[in-house]
T-cell receptor, first 113, second 119 residues
Framework: KAGVTQTPRYLIKTRGQQVTLSCSPISGHRSVSWYQQTPGQGLQFLFEYFSETQRNKGNFPGRFSGRQFSNSRSEMNVSTLELGDSALYLC????????????FGPGTRLTVT | AQKITQTQPGMFVQEKEAVTLDCTYDTSDQSYGLFWYKQPSSGEMIFLIYQGSYDEQNATEGRYSLNFQKARKSANLVISASQLGDSAMYFCAMREGPAGGTSYGKLTFGQGTILTVHP
């Protein structure tokens, strides 16, 4: 069974640009969560989607948004990029909204210059 | 307020020996889950073990066991018979609230402990 896939794996953008990251969950999983990992702040929860609806949101500015499609694939978008947005963005999928196990993808490493 | 505390930034262990990675947590919820993840240098987070707040027995998964002391709010990870491949960053995480609650899917992570296994 294929794991969680994230594309692209690496990305370099310029301040002020916007970026879209993609996450394909494990087949059959319907819940997708996103996390940002930086050396200074560690791992922080961004948001969670289930059945195409955002169920939970972390403390991030409105520049960070996401969505989930009917096939459970999810995208997150960051507009007006700032240097501080440079991070590893991890996506995790789980079978159901109430599932305790979350399986993570390899992450997308975003560098903002 | 930080809810997951990992006080060991780095730990060293000799191959084939056991090592304990510390984790303390803070929550006012009665229902919560505790997790340990391993993150190799590749970046992917690998799920290791889970302990529910109502589980009476400590969780075990192969060489991993979770020493759950509810009254002390600690959830230490014990790795037995360390292997070179265990060298990685280890994160303790917590999920608060009852199943299906609005915060159920959110994991709060500690700062991590870098484990180095020496041959």
């Amino acid at each position: 069974k294929a794991g969680v896939t994230q594309t692209p794996r690496y990305l370099i953008k310029t301040r002020g640009q916007q970026v879209t990251l993609s996450c394909s969950p494990i087949s059959g999983h319907r819940s997708v969560s996103w996390y940002q990992q930086t050396p200074g702040q560690g791992l922080q929860f961004l948001f969670e989607y289930f059945s195409e609806t955002q169920r939970n949101k972390g403390n991030f500015p409105g520049r960070f948004s996401g969505r989930q499609f009917s096939n459970s694939r999810s995208e997150m978008n960051v507009s007006t990029l700032e240097l501080g947005d440079s991070a590893l963005y991890l996506c995790a999928s789980s079978l159901r909204y109430s599932s305790y196990e979350q399986y993570f993808g390899p992450g997308t490493r975003l560098t903002v210059t | 307020a930080q809810k997951i505390t990992q006080t060991q930034p780095g730990m060293f262990v000799q191959e084939k020996e056991a090592v304990t990675l510390d984790c303390t947590y803070d929550t006012s919820d009665q229902s919560y889950g505790l997790f340990w993840y391993k993150q190799p240098s590749s970046g992917e987070m690998i799920f290791l073990i889970y302990q529910g707040s109502y589980d009476e027995q400590n969780a075990t998964e192969g060489r991993y066991s979770l020493n759950f002391q509810k009254a002390r709010k600690s959830a230490n990870l014990v790795i037995s018979a360390s292997q070179l491949g265990d060298s990685a960053m280890y994160f303790c995480a917590m999920r608060e609230g009852p199943a299906g609650g609005t915060s159920y899917g959110k994991l709060t992570f500690g700062q991590g402990t870098i484990l180095t296994v020496h041959p």
